[in-house]
């Protein structure tokens, strides 16, 4: 495993949320510590700070899974500190109880961590009294509230911009592996070249699952976010443009795998195989409109012509050579292409 990889991120957060996450660590310090005098506001803090997330529903998730993991590990710490006093071991016991407990209760694995951690921090920062306890509960709920609330009052987070680039990058390379596989079909290639023609189209798999991902996230963001009635159409129209992509990636795969298995040098001069080409020339056209319609892709690509390059479904006659396998299957694929990026859909 590389060490970088492991500790280090694609990505950098915004930098918006690193200082909601600092005013929100502040504020609940401040006002915590005003209203219980006595110990450091340390559970307040940490609350704050974790309840601050990429979006407002994970937000609210992780408020009640901190909440929920602080009161249960203070009352376990509270329990074994009266049952077996203030020794030492109580706090590796108290970490025991705590993953019992948790795992009896089926808590998400945050939760989980939450208990063991809470019921050390009572136990080894200070006094477990009743009192002492209330507080620190009554602490965790102050610092999880204002997490929250900063989090939906300063500038909500909404991921439509990674849906929208991941989607747009998607249909960028799905047209290419359109026009790389036309340009394929009428050439004689070697087994290299057909290797790497392969490789790329099984790339567009992986690029799909990240594009849902994104748009998934993008969809989570909008939830009980104050700012969803303003992009909740644009999320809609990128989900409408996934699913009619998605199928097209499905049968540029399989034409690519079907040319792999069944290609001989004879395929160039087949007429039936080059009128295929040519339709998957307008196939990869079709794909850049609809990611440009959708505004998905970058200005270099706004030349692409507004019209429609599937304008019919190809009709060809039975092919006279050996090819009329490979070329029934890529038929019906383009077919299938066809029926996703017609104009009417």
Not at 30 to 50: E, H, K, N, R, Y
Not at 94 to 123: E, H
Not at 280 to 302: K, S
């Amino acid at each position: 495993m590389r060490i970088p990889a492991a500790i280090q991120s694609a990505r950098r957060a915004p930098l918006l949320q690193v200082l909601k996450s600092a005013a929100a660590t502040i504020a609940a310090w401040l006002l915590a510590g005003w209203l219980i005098p006595g110990p450091l506001p340390v559970f307040a803090a940490i609350a704050a700070l974790l309840v601050v997330q990429p979006s407002v529903n994970q937000s609210l998730v992780k408020a009640l899974e901190r909440s929920a993991g602080v009161i249960a590990g203070v009352v376990i710490a509270v329990l074994l500190s009266l049952l077996l006093g203030a020794q030492s071991w109580v706090v590796l016991a108290a970490i025991v109880v705590a993953m019992l407990i948790a795992w009896a209760l089926r808590a998400s694995p945050g939760t989980g961590n939450q208990v063991a951690i809470s019921a050390v921090l009572v136990l080894a920062l200070g006094s477990s009294s009743p009192d002492y306890a209330v507080d620190r509960i009554i602490e965790t709920l102050i610092g999880a509230a204002i997490g929250f609330i900063v989090n939906v009052a300063i500038v909500p987070p909404v991921l439509t911009a990674p849906a929208r680039r991941d989607i747009g990058m998607l249909g960028r390379e799905l047209a290419a592996s359109l026009d790389r596989l036309a340009d394929a079909l009428p050439a004689t290639l070697t087994p290299a070249q057909r290797e790497e023609l392969m490789l790329e189209a099984r790339l567009l798999r992986p690029m799909k699952d990240a594009a849902e991902a994104s748009l998934v996230a993008g969809e989570e963001s909008l939830s009980l976010n104050p700012r969803r009635s303003r992009h909740r159409d644009d999320l809609v129209e990128l989900r409408a443009l996934l699913d009619r992509l998605s199928p097209v990636v499905t049968q540029v795969i399989g034409m690519t795998r079907a040319c792999f298995d069944h290609y001989d040098d004879a395929l160039a001069t087949d007429p039936a195989v080059r009128a295929i080409a040519e339709q998957l020339r307008r196939a990869g056209h079709d794909a850049r409109l609809a990611v440009q319609a959708a505004d998905a892709v970058p200005e270099p690509d706004a030349l692409t012509s507004a019209i429609p390059a599937l304008t019919a479904p190809l009709v060809v006659r039975p092919p006279a050579s050996d090819h009329w396998i490979l070329v029934g299957s890529l038929m019906e694929d383009l077919r299938r292409i066809h029926d996703e990026l017609r104009a009417e859909r």
